[in-house]
C-alpha cells in the first residue's frame, strides 16, 4: 500500500473497415482478423461469441457493481466484505481468474483509495472484466504512487486537499476493489439501480459513484 506519496510501502512480495463506418479502427482490424482466422478454419466464430458474450455480461464491471451495491445496502454483507473480501464477493458467485484473493477497501469523507499495479497489472477480472488500456500504462503505474492527486485530476476527479488518498498496489497474490462511498439522496434505490451508478472507474478510484465526467472506456490520453 501507498499512502498518498509520502509513504512508499511496496504490495509486491518479489514481487473490416466497414463501408458505413460501424466499426471504428481498431474493431475493423478485430473484424477483420476474426473473418481470416475463420475462413483458415483455425477459429469458431460461435466460440468466440461465447467469449465476448461472458466478458460483457458475465464477468465484467457489471459483477463488481452488484458488489458495490451490496455492501451499500446490506451492513451485514459490507460488514463480511471488510473482513474476508475474497469469500463476501464469491459468495455472489464472482470467483476465478485473478480474483482467487481479493481485498475491499471503502472510501469514507476522509480517505480515497486508488488501485494500480506498479510491476504489471494484476487485475481482478472476475469482477472487474477486462482491464482498461491506462491502468497497464507505464505513465498510469508510475505516476498514481508519485502523484495520485494529479493523476486523479487528469481524469477529472478533483478531491479537497484535506482528503487522504491511500495507493493500494495490487499484486499475483491479492487484488483490490474499491467500494466508493454512495451518492447522496440514494436512499431509496434498490439494489439494482445502485448498481448502475457504479462505473468500472470508481472501483479502481480515478472517478466516484455517480460520476458522468468518466464512462467506463474513457481515459486521459497521457495515461493511455
Not at 54 to 65: H, L, S
Not at 141 to 162: K, M, N, T
Amino acid at each position: 500500500m501507498h499512502e498518498d506519496h509520502d509513504d512508499h510501502n511496496h504490495g509486491h512480495d518479489h514481487h473490416d473497415h466497414h463501408h458505413d463506418n460501424h466499426y471504428s479502427d481498431m474493431q475493423a482490424r478485430v473484424k477483420a482478423l476474426e473473418t481470416l482466422l475463420t475462413e483458415k478454419g483455425l477459429i469458431d466464430p460461435a466460440a468466440i461469441d461465447v467469449i465476448v458474450e461472458t466478458y460483457e455480461t458475465k464477468v465484467g464491471p457489471r459483477n463488481g457493481a452488484h458488489v458495490v451495491a451490496k455492501a451499500w445496502s446490506d451492513a451485514d454483507f459490507a460488514d463480511w466484505l471488510r473482513r474476508d473480501a475474497t469469500a463476501a464477493i464469491a459468495s455472489l458467485g464472482y470467483t476465478g481468474r485473478q480474483g482467487e484473493h481479493m481485498r475491499a477497501v471503502f472510501n469514507t469523507a476522509k480517505t480515497h483509495n486508488l488501485v494500480v499495479c506498479t510491476l504489471c497489472s494484476c487485475y481482478p477480472w472476475s469482477v472487474l472484466g477486462l482491464p482498461p488500456v491506462w491502468y497497464k500504462a507505464p505513465a498510469y503505474r508510475s505516476r498514481a504512487v508519485i502523484d495520485p492527486r494529479g493523476v486523479l485530476a487528469e481524469f477529472g476527479l478533483v478531491l479537497p486537499e484535506g482528503k487522504k488518498i491511500r495507493v493500494w498496489d495490487s499484486t499475483a497474490e491479492l487484488r483490490y476493489l474499491v467500494i466508493p462511498e454512495r451518492p447522496a439522496g440514494t436512499e431509496g434505490m434498490d439494489e439494482e439501480a445502485l448498481a448502475g451508478l457504479v462505473s468500472r472507474d470508481a472501483m479502481i478510484g480515478t472517478s466516484i459513484a455517480g460520476s458522468s465526467k468518466i464512462s467506463a472506456a474513457g481515459s486521459p490520453e497521457a495515461l493511455a
